[in-house]
DNA sequence: GATGGTCTACGACAAGTGTCGTTGACATAT
DNA sequence: ATATGTCAACGACACTTGTCGTAGACCATC
């Protein structure tokens, strides 16, 4: 008999890997690409070689990561989700993995980690101001 | 020659993996524990056996994340690192990772999450106002 | 039409992760 | 003192991830 399955095969979309992420930061910065063009987007950063980007973006494609185009002859990638929706999603893991579902610690943590610009700041402002209006209805 | 070892092997704190995390916050939560405190303290959320949980602490204590003493039959494990330190280096990784490091988007993806208790907006506000009046400086 | 370049596809591989079974040491109760 | 239970250690295993090499299709240009 078949227990020791373990993992229930989570078909929908099963959180970016490492390396996947950094490819989609290439798609959301880019717009739709290739995969020489993300290949040599990142191609100052990291040694590694043009099958490997390829082949990962298979995957991603496989996964529903990613959307293809297969009407030329070099492939067209485009991120399937928008950066706000996967950072959602990615926070909202973090949140539950580490940080037992306190937001608050996790801004805490968030400012004080990297200083935020005055610009941001007031952006922050805003949006507190904006909740706290909201929870007086 | 050895080029393509590409992974530099961190040798000091790697991130701790998902299973790993998991433990850790039953540390914090805890204190101090034993593998059978901890295999109970999760055995409601997950079907995973006893020696899982031995073996991941056991992976745990090589890569020190956590601190085995081994004065009594049971060993005792503590946390090696303090949750926020452990959450700092955590938020700093998925900065990079997702938000080009902006804090500002982080934070914004954090609370519009999970909507944050007054109390907690309100300290959000106190760390706010204290970094604007350190920059001022 | 042969040559060289560019592309996708496929397979291989090492490392890491999570999972468990088994074993041998030790303790406890009968 | 024998049987029962608990514990740490070790090895095995399947699966994922990132990495690459090679092969086969396609397209130039000579």
Do not use: C
Not at 44 to 59: A, E, F, P, S, V
Not at 63 to 85: F, L, N
Not at 109 to 116: D, W, Y
């Amino acid at each position: 008999m078949f227990w020791h399955m373990s993992k229930p095969r989570r078909s929908s979309s099963p959180k970016p890997t490492e390396a996947e992420l950094e490819l989609l930061q290439i798609l959301w910065e880019r717009g739709p690409s290739t995969v020489r063009e993300m290949y040599e987007a990142l191609s100052g950063d990291k040694g590694t070689g043009y099958t490997t980007t390829l082949k990962i973006l298979q995957k991603m494609a496989e996964k529903g990561h990613v959307i293809r185009d297969e009407s030329e002859r070099s492939h067209v990638y485009r991120a399937a989700m928008k950066a706000e929706q996967t950072q959602r999603q990615l926070v909202q893991d973090l949140l539950q993995r580490a940080f037992r579902g306190s937001s608050a610690s996790l801004v805490v943590a968030a400012l004080n980690e990297k200083r935020a610009s005055a610009t941001e700041l007031a952006e922050i402002r805003e949006l507190l101001d904006e909740m706290e209006r909201e929870s007086k209805t």
